[in-house]
């Protein structure tokens, strides 16, 4: 039974990771697809290089940090140690959180350049509502992979995908219920997601720690 234990959770853990990466994958398309139906195309077509942009920034600001706490957690989890995980939590978020605002200030004030060079106005207030995004963005994954590394993979795939463009698909089309869509309400709807998902990360992480100790 002891052989076979692991081997069950293995699966079942697999399973549920398959699944809950898929809704999330599906739920990021019919993101794309809500921009693009309550957007004309122009607005649309920005938001997309926007949306594009401040994720690769995000891999940027992250400095690989997420996949060194993914390996971190994963090894004080198996030695049992939740409070030694919530210091590394506290330690990631407060690195990332930093870099990302570094980063995403020198965008939103002193990137002018950069972004004329993408064909994104610095001047337009929604685009700047995306780049503030981006410390959301790097909390979003980084509590994602210590979910990960807590074999908690459904949650880490919830607060990866499915949240963030989950609840920006809400707010897109009951903007555009009451007023239309406007570029404003899809930038609002990209932070508001990624903002709920960072929120249900940490409380994810605080749960499943507190549970094991």
């Known amino acids: 039974m ?12 697999s399973v549920i990771g398959s699944i809950a990466l898929a809704a999330g994958y599906l739920t990021q398309y019919l993101f794309q697809l809500s921009v693009s139906r309550t957007l004309e195309a122009e607005a649309a077509g920005t938001l997309f290089i ?5 994720l690769l920034v995000s891999v ?23 409070g030694t995980i919530r210091e590394i939590t506290r330690l990631l978020a407060l690195l990332t959180s930093l870099s990302s605002v570094l980063v995403g200030g020198f965008i939103i004030f002193g990137g002018s350049r950069l972004t004329a060079l993408i064909a994104l106005p610095s001047d337009d207030l929604s685009l700047t509502i995306i780049y503030a ?19 908690l993979v459904g949650r880490s795939s919830l607060v990866q995908l499915l949240v963030p463009y989950g609840a920006a698909i809400i707010i897109i089309w009951g903007a555009w219920y009451l007023n239309g ?4 309400a899809g930038a609002l709807a990209f932070f508001s997601g990624f903002a709920a998902s960072a929120l249900l990360g940490a409380g994810f992480i605080l749960r499943a720690t507190t549970a094991c100790s």
């Open 60 to 82: 940027i600001a992250r400095f690989g940090l997420d996949k060194t706490g993914l390996k971190a957690v994963s090894v004080y989890f198996t030695e049992n140690r939740p």
């Open 181 to 184: 869509g406007t570029p404003m």
């Open 133 to 151: 995004a981006i410390p959301l963005i790097t909390l979003s994954i980084i509590f994602s992979e210590i979910l990960r590394g807590m074999r």
């Open 2 to 13: 002891s052989n076979k234990q692991p081997a069950s959770q293995l699966a079942k853990g």
């Open 50 to 54: 926007a949306f594009a942009f401040v």
